[in-house]
């Protein structure tokens, strides 16, 4: 990488500086050299000053972003950062390493393998106050919809577009109003699984954060915050006794939309943002028809471009507490929307079969897939 070029390159100036400066001393003309600063040759993730939650990283590089919210405000109170999860690489390791924080800014190193990771920030007390999301994957493109708007061409998290590749089609899900994603996985997680079986099964989870594994949790008052989601980005909140269909004890409308701005708990990347329902245009069941193996769908524009939706399921908010659930053939995908619907939110949803359809509600506290929108 050229980073390693230009490090080498350092050491050098830097030992012929410190020659010279023995020169110097010896012939007693000044008190040494002045060293020049090293050169931070890392990609900056940032440097359009477009924040988000999220950031593609399509290659094998050194990194760095700064640590703001969406809406340009810093991140306060942070003095470490870390990852927290990460699926695997092929020897079993996270996708990340030498992550570091200073003066605002994060480092990390990504080693190009495509997949997910958290990074986590700390505050003096060990408590995550913020986190962000990193998608190795090839740039995605865009895919107009007919009478809607530009979506990318897959799910938030996916890692393809493709029908041909599978579970690398199918992405994270999001419980709705939520920045942070959850794993999905390739099947379901049966009677006799636990709960977030295939999230540990395709992720390790930081050793030094343990305390911070996947788990699901009934909401209640005390945790049924959005203070309590964002200090634990991996607990999944399920519904509380009282029945609102929410992982909020008392829900909040506006945490994907407010006045039509995005906002600091938007999951997609800078540019894009959850769709509202406009986005998808016509799309309904007469446009959009099962895969060869009953496992996705297509829809397909009045001049015949194509988009692939995998049946990729949901993780139930309800008495399932969590359990991934419809994944694959016969099951079922929505898509969320970035407004509320009554004391549900709105989705796009299909399945198996003629169904399909844009003004579908649903449980705000299952977790489900997002397809993000272009906004400029």
Not at 341 to 348: C, I, L, R, V, Y
Request: some cysteine.
């Amino acid at each position: 990488m050229r980073t390693k070029c230009v490090r080498a390159a350092w050491s050098f100036a830097l030992c012929l500086s410190v020659a010279l400066a023995a020169c110097d001393d010896e012939n007693n003309e000044n008190d040494g050299p002045v060293v020049p600063p090293p050169v931070d040759e890392s990609i900056d993730l940032t440097a359009s000053e477009a924040y988000a939650n999220c950031f593609i990283v399509t290659e094998a590089d050194e990194y760095r972003f700064a640590t703001r919210k969406v809406d340009g405000s810093d991140v306060e109170g942070i003095v470490s950062v870390d990852w927290l999860w990460s699926t695997k690489n092929a020897a079993g390791n996270p996708l990340v390493s030498e992550v570091s924080y200073k003066d605002g800014i994060v480092h990390f190193t990504s080693d190009g393998t495509e997949g997910n990771t958290v990074l986590a920030a700390f505050d003096a007390k060990g408590e995550v106050v913020w986190s962000w999301h990193l998608w190795m994957t090839d740039q995605p493109e865009l895919f107009a919809y007919d009478e809607g708007g530009e979506l990318m061409d897959r799910n938030l998290g996916a890692t393809s577009a493709l029908e041909a590749d599978g579970a690398a089609s199918f992405g994270l899900l999001y419980q709705w109003g939520r920045k942070d994603p959850f794993y999905g996985g390739e099947k379901n997680e049966d009677s006799g699984d636990g709960v977030f079986l295939r999230a540990r099964e395709s992720t390790i989870v930081n050793p030094a954060h343990a305390s911070l594994a996947w788990i699901s949790v009934q909401c209640d008052e005390q945790v049924g915050t959005v203070a309590y989601a964002t200090a634990h980005p991996t607990t999944f909140l399920f519904n509380s006794p009282n029945g609102n269909k929410d992982w909020l004890f008392t829900g909040e409308d506006a945490l994907w939309d407010n006045a039509g701005k995005k906002t600091n708990y938007d999951p997609c990347p800078a540019g894009y943002r959850v769709p509202d329902q406009a986005a998808w245009g016509n799309i309904s069941s007469y446009n959009v028809d099962d895969g060869p193996n009953s496992d996705g769908k297509y829809y397909t524009t009045d001049s015949g471009a194509k988009t692939w939706f995998p049946l990729c399921g949901h993780r139930w908010g309800d008495k399932d507490a969590g359990k991934l659930g419809y994944v694959g053939a016969y099951g079922t995908m929505g898509c969320w929307q970035r407004t509320a619907e009554g004391s549900n939110a709105a989705m796009f949803y299909t399945m198996y079969g003629t169904y399909a359809t844009a003004k579908y509600a649903f449980n705000r506290a299952s977790a489900s897939s997002v397809r993000c929108q272009k906004t400029n």
